[in-house]
């Protein structure tokens, strides 16, 4: 297992790029976190150094500032295809990955219901191997799908322009803070 590696530096939004979303809120770094604005979809996506698409971890606070609707939404690969674990969405509490077996974060066997206090950081960690995608929150486990038995994929809006790896809002003010990446060899 490498190091932690940071891919936000608290200052800017070197090595990410503001995703082309429709009608998007304003994106900027602020008070060392990246505030994604209220709007229809606002999101960056990674443009830094290519990271390996399986057998790594991320880690990073969010918090939501405004809005009832997903504040960090965590698009990433998974092997040759991509999944979102959206966390606050349909109503501010379904925590999920969109997509599994074709249905969304509200509809599959990771869905779960969590309260999310405006304004309050929490610590989420993902990781991802050939055969699972595991997440936790505040070191409490989420999501754990087998890939050997369940095909993840994204969901068919526009999120994509969230790959290869990106935070998206929706509807809703939400910022992020100490990006961080590890190889797991």
């Given at each position: ?12 939004l ?27 979809m606002?999101?960056?996506?990674w ?6 698409p ?21 698009t990433?690969?998974?092997?040759s ?5 959206v ?7 379904t ?10 974060a ?24 050939p ?6 929150i ?32 929706y ?10 990446w590890?190889s797991?060899?």
């Amino acid at each position: 297992m490498s190091d932690w590696t940071s891919l936000f530096d608290g200052r800017s939004l070197a090595g990410w790029e503001k995703a082309p979303f429709h009608r998007r809120g304003s994106v900027l770094v602020w008070n060392g976190a990246i505030v994604l604005g209220r709007g229809s979809m606002t999101g960056i996506a990674w443009a830094g150094k290519a990271l390996a698409p399986t057998n790594y971890e991320i880690r990073f606070e969010a918090a939501r500032l405004e809005g009832k609707d997903f504040f960090a939404a965590l698009t990433f690969p998974s092997g040759s295809s991509f999944c979102t674990w959206v966390n606050g969405g349909w109503g501010g509490e379904t925590v999920g990955l969109s997509n599994v077996d074709g249905y969304d974060a509200a509809e599959n066997e990771t869905s779960t219901v969590r309260d999310f206090a405006r304004g309050q950081w929490y610590a989420f960690r993902l990781r991802v191997t050939p055969k699972r995608i595991e997440a936790w929150i505040d070191e409490l486990p989420v999501i754990d799908v087998d890939l050997t038995v369940h095909k993840v994929d994204l969901r068919f809006d526009d999120i994509d322009l969230c790959k290869p790896l990106g935070f998206a809002s929706y509807a809703t003010e939400g910022t992020v803070r100490k990006i961080e990446w590890r190889s797991l060899g």
